[in-house]
């Protein structure tokens, strides 16, 4: 197993426990407005049978309430933040891990929203996998071709520099020089004197 193996079954596992945190999160809320129910019901004198059915209405609905705040939240944004941060472990450029965790962010909530309404939890997980391995990888390639376009607009600058230099040299190889003329006296220790 290489180390960026390894690195992305530690990431994974990172958004598995937060997804866990988040679930249970939900499943507290669903039972704490499910028992606030069942005390509000049979304070009323409602019949413990009627109370059960409201009771477990209400908690359907404060679950999907903390579904709606927690959803997609923890976990995208922790594999983001990984991938940030492993761009520039393995030598990357502040741009480079930008763009790759941007890509992850993005995919990893795309793709767990696409899964969840398909497949429920399991899609969710699947599609988030899905998305962020997707985004990393786009994100990537939108770098690349950043750094491709810069390379060129500095490979075409610097040509047309050299052309510039050259056409420079040509121009200053036809200006003429006055010569400098010698004194009419003789020099001292010339024979013509």
Request: proline fraction near 3%.
């Amino acid at each position: 197993m290489g180390s960026g193996s390894l690195a992305c079954t530690v990431k994974e596992g990172v958004k598995l426990y937060f997804y866990n945190i988040r679930a249970a999160h939900v499943e507290r809320a669903r039972h704490h407005a499910i028992e606030l129910a069942l005390i509000d019901a049979l304070s009323q004198g409602i019949p413990a049978k009627d109370a059960a059915k409201q009771a477990q209405i209400e908690g359907a609905k404060a679950a999907k309430l903390a579904t709606r705040q927690a959803k997609r939240i923890i976990g995208p944004i922790i594999s983001s933040g990984w991938d940030f941060f492993e761009a520039i472990y393995y030598g990357g450029t502040i741009t480079e891990g930008f763009l790759r965790g941007t890509g992850t962010l993005v995919g990893t909530y795309s793709g767990g929203f696409l899964g969840e309404q398909r497949l429920g939890r399991l899609g969710y997980l699947m599609g988030s996998t899905l998305g962020s391995w997707v985004g990393g990888r786009i994100g990537l390639m939108v770098y690349d071709v950043v750094n491709g376009v810069h390379f060129l607009l500095q490979f075409v600058q610097t040509g047309e520099s050299k052309v510039y230099e050259e056409s420079q040299a040509i121009e200053d190889s036809y200006v003429y020089e006055t010569p400098t003329y010698e004194s009419s006296e003789p020099y001292e220790g010339s024979p013509f004197r």
